[in-house]
């Protein structure tokens, strides 16, 4: 008897198929996987992505990922009939590790009994909360009240506190202004 081993197929659509057909083609190829005595444990699209370099004069593909488990006398079968495939343009076969895979179905199995328990945990509060008797008075919940937003306030300069900023002030200004003309009044009379 052979032995199931764990695989991955990664196949590149023709990226010219539509959605339907392309859901078919998906759907072909996981059927021939299951009458060559596979099992097709889950099927990951990655969709409309663009490739590396053209194939077939195509720049994107439709990429999906099949993980699978069947005997090791399938595959040549299946790769046949991936080849012969026009709407195929690329497919990779290729075995799985058992650890890796043993590690991965652990974790999948632990996420869905913690969802599971969740889930569980979730139904038993709301039917406690439904069966409280209605003799209790209600707590209030907390209103949340909004910081009141103060318009901003434009800040001036004192000029006794603040001698050491880089902004000048208005007086400043109008001196420095008024500084080039009187050195230029000084020049000018020092020249006559």
Do not use: C
């Amino acid at each position: 008897m052979a032995r199931d081993r764990d695989y991955e197929l990664g196949i590149i659509i023709n990226p010219d198929v539509g959605e339907e057909q392309a859901r078919a083609i998906v759907e072909r190829i996981s059927q021939s996987i299951i009458n060559n005595g596979g099992q097709v444990v889950r099927v990951n699209a990655w969709g409309r992505r663009r490739m590396m370099y053209p194939i077939q004069h195509h720049r994107d593909g439709l990429y999906y990922f099949f993980d699978l488990i069947m005997p090791t006398a399938a595959v040549v079968e299946i790769e046949r009939g991936l080849r012969v495939s026009e709407d195929v343009i690329r497919h990779l076969m290729k075995v799985r590790d058992p650890k890796v895979v043993a590690q991965q179905r652990q974790r999948a199995l632990d996420d869905d009994r913690a969802a599971e328990e969740a889930r569980a945990r979730a139904a038993a509060a709301a039917a406690a909360t439904a069966a409280q008797p209605a003799t209790e008075t209600p707590v209030e919940a907390p209103v949340a009240v909004e910081p009141e937003t103060e318009a901003p306030v434009a800040v001036e300069a004192d000029t006794d506190t603040d001698t050491d900023t880089d902004v000048p002030t208005e007086a400043e200004v109008a001196a420095e202004a008024s500084e080039p003309e009187a050195t230029a009044d000084a020049s000018e009379s020092d020249a006559s």
